[in-house]
């Protein structure tokens, strides 16, 4: 295994480093400072180099895409409804960013963030950064996030943090995959779920959870165009939804290849996209998929959603896991 660290770029006077993991297999992931980015995930497949990832070679690219491609987010990830919640019946506003709610913790949450990085072993890198009280969070909150590739071609992220008060805590990673030649539409995803979450018009979860059909039915592989054109009746065009899943949360494949998604919380967000080109986005012409393995969105708004408090003096560790396997 080796890691290799290069510069990146410069933002706000702080430089921006790119460190690049590279195992036996000749699989590598590259992840930034900024943001703990998770920049690309290669794989090397009968002497050919694919990326299996969304990404940009470009720090600006970064710092300007509203799609968040491979950023950390967080202190708390998705939507909190009217930018407000409560701890042990004290109330905390935050600053709005999505209408009256908040989405992704503000904008100055993690994904805004250029974090402090260090080679943790010969197989991972650990970013630290320390928020306090951003966008009307309580609390300092000291984060550690550190992604590990192994040899068997597996990429782990844990999160971690202790905070001085009471306050929430659940990250995730916004990395949009898209592991074939074809469209993404002609690739196949299998959700480890019997249930999804209702929305309601803001994208905000209105309490009830949902048995999986037709559309939203992933139980078993279906093509992701298959999805979308099955939305179309219910007047959509995108998924972008929340499955109560656990352990193995779902597998996303392609003809040659497949990544299985591991997580040891119980919400996965898929959100079908194009962060690359705005017009074809603008006609649902999706280039990827993001994969946000979480707590489910808005949980502490929903007593039987998850718990994302974390607790003054209190430590917790969240681990994700991406595992990159080559079909026969």
């Known amino acids: 295994m080796v890691v290799v660290k290069t510069n990146f770029g410069e933002t706000n006077g702080q430089e921006v480093s790119l460190y690049k993991i590279t195992n036996k297999n000749q699989t590598s992931i ?62 905390y506003q935050l600053q709005p960013n999505d209408g009256a709610n908040i989405i992704h913790s503000g904008d100055y949450g993690l994904q805004s963030q250029n974090f402090d990085s260090i080679v943790d072993s010969d197989n991972s890198v650990l970013f630290t950064h320390t928020v306090n009280g951003e966008d009307g969070f309580p609390g300092v909150l000291k984060v550690k996030i550190r992604y590990t590739l192994n040899d068997d071609d597996e990429v782990a992220i844990t999160y971690s943090a202790r905070t001085n008060h009471d306050t929430l805590f659940n990250p995730s990673c916004h990395v949009y995959f898209n592991l074939g030649e074809s469209n993404i539409r002609q690739q196949q995803l299998r959700i ?23 559309a939203y039915d992933f139980k078993n592989f279906k093509k992701i165009g ?40 119980n919400g996965l967000v898929i959100f079908t996209a194009n962060p690359i080109d705005q017009q074809k986005a603008s006609t649902h012409d999706y280039s990827s998929i993001a994969m946000e393995l979480m707590t489910l969105p808005d949980a502490i708004n929903h007593a039987d959603f998850g718990e994302t408090i974390l607790n003054a003096g209190q430590k917790v560790s969240y681990t994700n896991k991406f595992k990159y396997r080559k079909l026969d």
């Open 226 to 265: 298959q999805g979308l054109k099955q939305l179309k009746p219910l007047d959509k065009f995108e998924f972008d939804d929340a499955y109560v899943v656990r352990d193995k949360a779902a597998t996303l494949k392609s003809d040659k290849r497949a990544i299985d998604f591991y997580t040891d919380r």
């Open 30 to 91: 590259s992840v930034l400072s900024y943001a703990a980015t998770w920049q690309n995930f290669e794989v090397v497949e009968d002497g050919v180099k694919r990326s299996l990832i969304e990404r940009f070679d470009n720090l600006n690219d970064y710092i300007k895409t509203p799609y968040e491609v491979g950023k950390t987010i967080g202190r708390v990830a998705g939507r909190i409804t009217k930018a407000h919640f409560s701890i042990n019946d004290v109330g």
């Open 192 to 214: 480890n779920s019997k249930h999804f979450l209702d929305m309601n018009a803001e994208k905000l979860p209105t309490g009830k959870m949902l048995a999986v059909t037709n």
